[in-house]
């Protein structure tokens, strides 16, 4: 009796080491090895706001952790290969420059009612860790200067987010196609700029303003934008606010005003980030690609971030933003000529006197 029992035993220890060792020798380690997301601390530190429901985990994911340049951490081989996985945005041979700035991390935003950014004036979503940064730049697209900036951000293989203009986007369409070509997130700055906490704003033309300049460009991109926001001039109308949330679009104001608009030249600009940044450790920061400083300042600040351990992170849209019909197909017409002829040159013009 002991000794069938010993057998039986024998045989359930038995049956337990084969699964432990198929499970160890044949289990998806990447699986097991998931990486040290930041979506654990993100969940300690989300706001305990008794006003929301939703917590930061909620609206920010996640998605990927792009190595901007070759891993040369060889204290953590398995880590840098194993842990990590591949990113979806931007393959690892696109990086030139070993020693980038890269991307860091990026982050995707579920922007379901509407979430505000930006400690400047929305409080709850403090989803950047210490030396981490999120570029982003307003105003585009134009000439020289924005194209100066994607040269600048792609040199050091990193990626940004943009809020052109409508009006801008549909002077120079091809200039914002390169912005989004480029892996850079693309929002929206409104139509023309206008205030939209101006007392003279009705809700009806703050709504025009907004759409249109959404559908502008997606009309520019020929593709939807992402469903972000900022405001002229920082000026959040509740009008417009409440919009934006019923769109489930998410609002963008800052952490860190650069005031590259009204710097005298590239390297106030990028004093002013830099001793702003090392105070607060952190942040979203305003610049304008549509500013010839800030496209000249941009390689050194850049630079100084690298120096300064700074990381930069990209946030971008889980999904697109679905345009109205009404304001794509207003602004087709808007912008066709008043008149197309289909008649050939020679029935049109002919030479009667010579
Ligand atoms: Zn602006």
Not at 157 to 179: D, E, S
Not at 181 to 202: C, D, E, I, Q, R
Not at 305 to 328: F, H, N, S, W
Request: aromatic residues 6%; contains cysteine; proline residues 6%.
């Amino acid at each position: 009796m002991r000794s069938a029992l010993g057998v039986m035993l024998a045989s359930a220890v038995s049956v337990v080491v084969i699964v432990a060792v198929w499970f160890w020798t044949y289990s998806p380690r990447a699986v097991l090895a998931a990486p040290d997301t930041v979506s654990a601390r993100l969940a300690e530190r989300a706001p305990t706001s008794a006003r929301s429901t939703r917590t930061l985990a909620d609206e920010i994911e996640v998605t990927a952790t792009i190595a901007g340049r070759p891993s040369i951490d060889a204290s953590s081989p398995a880590k840098s290969s194993a842990a990590l996985p591949a990113a979806p945005l931007q393959p690892k041979a696109a990086c030139a420059n070993p020693d980038a700035l890269g991307v860091s991390r990026v982050v995707e935003i579920d922007t379901t009612g509407g979430p505000g950014f930006g400690f400047d004036h929305f409080k709850q979503l403090d989803f950047l860790a210490d030396k981490e940064v999120v570029l982003t730049f307003d105003d585009g697209p134009w000439p020289n200067n924005t194209p100066a900036v994607l040269k600048a951000l792609a040199d050091e293989c990193t990626k940004a987010v943009f809020f052109p203009i409508g009006k801008h986007a549909t002077y120079h369409p091809a200039i914002l196609r390169q912005v989004a070509a480029a892996g850079h997130t693309v929002g929206a700055h409104t139509w023309s700029h206008a205030n939209l906490n101006s007392k003279k704003m009705t809700e009806q033309q703050a709504k025009d303003e907004v759409e249109k300049g959404f559908s502008a460009v997606k009309l520019a991109l020929g593709a939807a934008p992402s469903p972000f926001f900022r405001f002229p001039q920082l000026q959040h109308g509740p009008a417009a606010m409440a919009h934006l949330g019923s769109r489930n679009i998410a609002m963008f104001s800052c952490d860190l005003d650069s005031f590259d608009f009204r710097a005298k030249d590239a390297a106030q600009i990028v004093n002013t980030i830099m001793t702003k940044l090392d105070k607060q450790g952190k942040g979203i920061i305003l610049m304008h690609d549509f500013q010839k400083h800030t496209a000249e300042a941009l390689p050194t600040l850049l630079g100084r971030l690298k120096v300064g351990g700074y990381k930069v992170v990209l946030m971008r849209a889980k999904a697109p933003l679905q345009t109205l019909a009404e304001y794509d197909e207003g602004l087709v017409k808007d912008m066709k000529l008043p008149t197309v002829s289909a008649r050939a040159l020679g029935n049109v013009v002919q030479t009667v006197s010579q």
